[in-house]
């Protein structure tokens, strides 16, 4: 809106924000003062214009970082829950491996009393010897030597070694 009053022409210019801004433009002025206050509107128009993009700029880019907020805080709850699980399952392993150690400890103890007896058991055979009588090593008081001793078979068996399959344990 300009109006006129005496020589000299007053314009006025809305902004943006509501404001308008007033400057006297003397009508008497040169080409350049002209020139000079467009430019300096296109500038000041031009500085609005790159205010409301680096405005939408920024807006744009904290509505970004509020997705990625989000998005990092689901990946981290669900890395969380993973590593809950994977918590729980080593505990379960760790205290299966400790039964499991406990397991080969008793059975090692086992396989040694075996491994004792079948020694025993050959060093009496090697004393004694197949068809032979049990009397004469034991003094006459084991029946049950006698059987074994006397059996035929009990020879070729008594150096066989007892195996153990994993049918046998309970657990």
Known sequence: MASTSGGTTTGTTSSGGGGSLSYPIQSSGSDEDLKRLMDQRKRMVSNRESARRSRMRKRKHLDELVTQLSQLREENNRIIGNISITMQHYT????????????VAELGHRLESLDQMIGFMNQTIDNIGCGFAAE???????????????NSLSCLYANQPILASS???QY
């Open 167 to 169: 049918d046998m344990i």
């Open 136 to 150: 004469e090593v034991y003094g006459g008081g084991g029946e049950f030597v006698d059987e074994f001793m006397s």
């Open 92 to 103: 379960s392993v760790e205290a299966e491996n400790s039964v499991l150690k406990a397991r």
